[in-house]
Nanobody, 121 residues
Framework: QLVESGGGLVQPGGSLRLSCAASGFSLDSYSIGWFRQAPGKEREGVSCISRSGESIDYLDSVKGRFTISRDNAKNTVYLQMNNLKPEDTGVYYC????????????????WGKGTPVTVSL
């Protein structure tokens, strides 16, 4: 089971750190991805990190603002989100595994229930 936490309400320009914790299995066996779904829109891939953490991919619109990382000892993957914008609003999900190509992210089998992020004044 994957469990996300850390969402909330933040003003534009603010920061949040999301966490994705696993129970029942070891996250270090999987690459992990973060996804988001804004109201009325399709879910989109935000970032994906390999098992070792050496390979990372980001959605173009979050590059330079979001940082994905993992602490396998804590069985947790993080998404540090800085300089948040209203268009970052949505429910954020983590998923495992996660692979990527020019066509997008694929291969996800396990999903968390999500944590909501609202960026607004």
């Amino acid at each position: 089971q994957l469990v996300e936490s850390g969402g909330g309400l933040v003003q534009p320009g603010g920061s949040l750190r999301l966490s994705c914790a696993a129970s029942g299995f070891s996250l270090d066996s999987y690459s992990i991805g973060w996804f988001r779904q804004a109201p009325g829109k399709e879910r989109e891939g935000v970032s994906c990190i390999s098992r070792s953490g050496e390979s990372i991919d980001y959605l173009d619109s979050v590059k330079g603002r979001f940082t994905i990382s993992r602490d396998n000892a804590k069985n947790t993957v993080y998404l540090q989100m800085n300089n948040l914008k209203p268009e970052d609003t949505g429910v954020y999900y983590c998923a495992a595994p996660c692979a990527w190509s020019l066509l997008g992210y694929y291969g996800m089998e396990h999903w968390g229930k999500g944590t909501p992020v609202t960026v607004s004044l």
